[in-house]
């Protein structure tokens, strides 16, 4: 896995899906080659995951074909 040690110029986003009224969200971070960045929207200041491109990309499928539901 890439060795990320400089968020500093991290854009951040969140969800499509998580509207306007705040809630339990997730922000990712893009251009990150190889990794992507993940924290909680309620606590930015907070803790970063990194994930490697492939289990994101993984996840996210998984999700949208509701395997977690």
């Known amino acids: 896995m890439t060795k990320v040690t400089n968020l500093e110029s991290a854009v951040w986003r969140k969800s499509s899906y998580s509207g306007e009224n705040g809630g339990t969200c997730v922000e990712v971070a ?3 080659p190889g990794v992507v960045p993940v924290r909680d929207s ?8 990194l994930f490697s491109a492939e289990a994101w990309t993984s996840f996210i499928r998984d999700v949208k074909t509701d395997r977690y539901s």
């Open 42 to 49: 309620k606590h930015p200041e907070g803790p970063v995951l």
């Open 30 to 32: 893009d251009g990150f």
